[in-house]
């Protein structure tokens, strides 16, 4: 019977190890919750400051991309027309490589007549619907100039 009572003391003892260390244990991570809690908190109060600041930078960054690419569609059609031009170029030299080798002249001269001149009345209209959507834009451009104030201000020209 001894031997019997030795055992159930050691196990009672070892079972009190187990009770401590699972103590400490919980005791340790409930302290790390609880930093881990105030941390969070922190994070939240941080985070109402900054999202009406990020939501305003997503708005204007918008606004930019919308001005750019707007800036961009009016550059198309100046895109578009040297493209034209640099095809109806390379139209001409082939055809001038071409039947060079099998024209006069004077010929020669006489058949591309046409082509040069509806080159000179393309470059014409481009420069008339250039002029005419310049002045139409002009008022959307100012002069800046700084002021004794330091102030960016417009200058009106008389």
């Known amino acids: 019977m001894g031997f019997f009572y030795l055992i159930c003391l050691l196990l009672a003892i070892a079972f009190a190890i187990v009770v401590i260390y699972a103590a400490v244990l919980?005791?340790?991570?409930?302290d790390t919750l609880e930093t881990l809690g105030k941390s969070l908190g922190e994070v939240e109060t941080k985070l109402k400051h900054i999202t009406p600041e990020i939501r305003q930078t997503i708005q204007e960054t918008d606004k930019l991309v919308d001005d750019v690419s707007e800036k961009l569609k009016?550059?198309?059609?100046?895109?578009?027309?040297?493209?034209?031009?640099g095809t109806s170029v390379n139209s001409i030299n082939y055809v001038y490589g071409e039947h060079s080798k099998h024209l006069s002249e004077q010929d020669f001269d006489r058949k591309?007549?046409?082509?040069?001149?509806?080159?000179?009345?393309?470059?014409?209209?481009?420069l008339l619907y250039s002029k005419w959507k310049k002045k139409k834009t002009k008022?959307?451009?100012?002069?800046?100039?700084?002021?004794?104030?330091?102030?960016i201000v417009p200058f009106k020209q008389s």
Do not use: I
């Open 139 to 151: 008022e959307k451009n100012e002069v800046m100039v700084q002021d004794e104030n330091t102030n």
């Open 112 to 126: 591309m007549k046409p082509f040069v001149e509806g080159l000179k009345w393309g470059e014409a209209a481009f």
């Open 26 to 30: 919980l005791k340790r991570v409930s």
């Open 74 to 85: 009016a550059t198309d059609s100046l895109v578009d027309t040297m493209e034209n031009m």
